[in-house]
């Protein structure tokens, strides 16, 4: 009797043909425990002080965080809260780090300033070579590195001449994108770097000319739903394996799997009420 030949059709193809075997790389962060986190002010259109927040729980939330990165193997460092800023537990803005540099932050909205000279005490303290910015910028919320690459932000936060002033700091091709859509204020809401050649993102939240570039340079990227968005589905942190996403971003866990990923969701719903995610909790340190 001959075998039957399973018939698989061009959907399921089309999967076979862009899944690929991945690899995880262990990632060393720096995190900031929400012990003050509520919305006291308005400086994204995700903050309503009228709003109650639940700080006991935004604890709860961000610890399910950082026990999903111990179990992943990363090391992770913790920078200790400030009272009376809410916000500090974004530990993304607090700064850039490659080759043990770290560019420090220089915030755009008062309420958040102080931030920045934590963050650089920080860093002085655990042995990075610090550099104190001479221009406006938010950190890995504006700054992502892919491969060799930096993709930086501007348009609400960063000033575009911090593009310029990382370029020369850390001697790499800085790539300039122009964000457009107030909701996705950072660049690291509008696009998650998966690995040294990947990306996702969400393209109306880009000019045209930026938006080209992005074509360009990642034809393959992942195209992110408005849906998913909406809940700072990219807001994602990535070790080239396992990508930590909002757990609500279905379809783009979806589209992860497809790709060979493997998505782990984690609910931080009430850290969404200051207007972060997954990624605004996380920033990478490279040594």
Not at 165 to 177: D, H, N, Q, S
């Amino acid at each position: 009797m001959s075998a039957t030949i399973p018939t698989i059709s061009p959907a399921t193809t089309a999967v076979v043909r862009t899944a690929a075997v991945r690899t995880a790389t262990k990632r060393t962060v720096l995190m900031c425990k929400p012990e003050f986190f509520t919305v006291v002010y308005r400086i994204n259109p995700w903050m309503d002080p009228a709003l109650p927040t639940d700080t006991a729980l935004a604890v709860a939330q961000w610890q399910a965080l950082y026990d999903i990165y111990v179990g992943l193997g990363f090391d992770v460092h913790l920078v200790d809260p400030v009272e009376g800023l809410p916000d500090m537990v974004y530990a993304a803005n607090g700064g850039f780090v490659i080759d043990n540099i770290a560019y420090g932050a220089s915030f755009t909205y008062p309420e958040r300033q102080p931030e920045g000279p934590a963050y650089m005490t920080w860093f002085g303290d655990n042995g990075f070579d610090v550099r104190v910015p001479a221009n406006v910028n938010e950190g890995e919320g504006d700054f992502l590195l892919v491969g060799g690459t930096i993709l930086a932000g501007t348009g609400f936060r960063s000033h575009s001449n911090s593009h310029e002033e990382i370029a020369g700091i850390y001697g790499r091709e800085v790539v300039t994108l122009n964000l457009v859509n107030p909701s996705f204020y950072h660049l690291d809401t509008a696009v998650a770097v998966l690995d040294d050649e990947n990306i996702a993102y969400l393209p109306s939240a880009f000019d045209e000319a930026s938006l080209q570039i992005l074509r360009d340079r990642f034809p393959d990227a992942i195209l992110v739903t408005e849906v998913d968005a909406a809940i700072l589905g990219l807001n994602s942190f990535s070790d080239g394996l396992n990508v930590v996403i909002a757990s609500r971003a279905t379809d783009f866990e979806r589209q992860l799997r497809e790709r060979g990923y493997n998505p782990i969701g984690v609910d931080l719903s009430e850290l969404l009420l200051g207007g972060g995610g997954v990624k605004c909790c996380t920033l990478e340190l490279r040594r």
